[in-house]
């Protein structure tokens, strides 16, 4: 009989980590030696029981899932099945390099898929690891842009995060966001969805070439306006397709002056 995998879970979101251990702890091939809530939990475990198998956030505060692979050295690395909600992110280097990913919410179908996948190749690969420098490699490469736009721009999605769940917004579907206190408030297609972040942070998340701030507190889909009013003193305000009408406040005048001047010469023809 073989032996099964010892097996490393991690996820930062609680509800979430007893799904993936309760589902896992259905396979016989599978041996779950550690629970993980962090990067930093993670490094450790791995260190402590040598696992043949981790399962891995990716999106994780602290040390994100790619930055746990970072820090483990060659010869204690895992085979990783990466859990995520970045459905699209870099999956074709994945592909190459890891042994699966299973997006979130969780899919048993695809859990199935990747223990089945990672016990032909533990058995494939023996006691070599001839497949865990590649997944180094990957990461060396991809690490970098993690936290860019250029993330948001591949994905062009917004993911909101609950917990135990995800739920991806089609960003060309957001008409405008406000800020509410520590969370923001994502108006589109007439529905509001509220997530926690500051305006920085979610404006970095967004394709800048659409979405723009005209307030401290207020970041709006060009594409959406129909219309720029100029006010009085210089201000302006706009009309979105959804019938919402935001003032602009004028320390932003500038820049979305320069961006509307279309939407400006139809509104004074």
């Not at 099964?4 to 599978?30: F, G, M, W």
């Not at 790619?66 to 204690?76: G, P, R, S, T």
């Not at 995060?161 to 206190?181: F, H, K, P, T, Y």
Request: aromatic letters at 4%; proline letters at 4%.
């Amino acid at each position: 009989m073989r032996r099964a995998l010892k097996t490393v879970i991690v996820d930062d979101e609680p509800l979430a980590l007893d799904v993936l251990r309760s589902c896992l702890e259905e396979y016989p091939d599978i041996d779950i030696v550690a629970a993980c809530r962090n990067g930093r939990e993670a490094i450790a475990a791995t260190l402590t029981h040598q696992p043949d198998l981790m399962f891995l956030d990716i999106h994780m505060p602290g040390k994100n899932g790619f930055e746990v692979i970072k820090a483990l050295q060659n010869d204690v690395m895992p085979m990783v099945v990466f859990v995520t909600t970045y459905q699209q992110y870099a999956l074709d280097a994945f592909d190459l390099h890891a042994v699966d990913y299973i997006p979130k919410p969780l899919d048993e179908e695809r859990l199935a898929r990747a223990v089945k996948r990672a016990v032909v190749r533990h058995r494939a690969a023996g006691e070599t690891g001839v497949n865990k420098p590649p997944l180094i490699g990957a990461i060396d490469e991809l690490l970098g842009r993690l936290n860019t736009r250029e993330t948001a721009a591949s994905l062009n999605k917004l993911i909101i995060r609950d917990v135990g769940s995800a739920r991806l917004i089609e960003q060309e579907r957001i008409d405008w966001v406000d800020a509410a206190g520590d969370y923001m408030c994502i108006h589109a297609a007439g529905e509001t969805h509220i997530m926690r972040s500051t305006v920085k942070e979610l404006v970095a998340s967004l394709d800048d070439r659409v979405f723009k701030r005209i307030h401290r507190s207020t970041i709006v889909n060009i594409e959406k306006v129909s219309q720029v009013e100029s006010l009085s003193k210089g201000d302006y305000l706009v009309s979105l397709d959804c019938g919402e009408r935001l003032k602009v406040s004028r320390s932003y005048n500038t820049a979305v002056k320069a961006l509307m001047r279309p939407a400006l010469s139809q509104t004074q023809a």
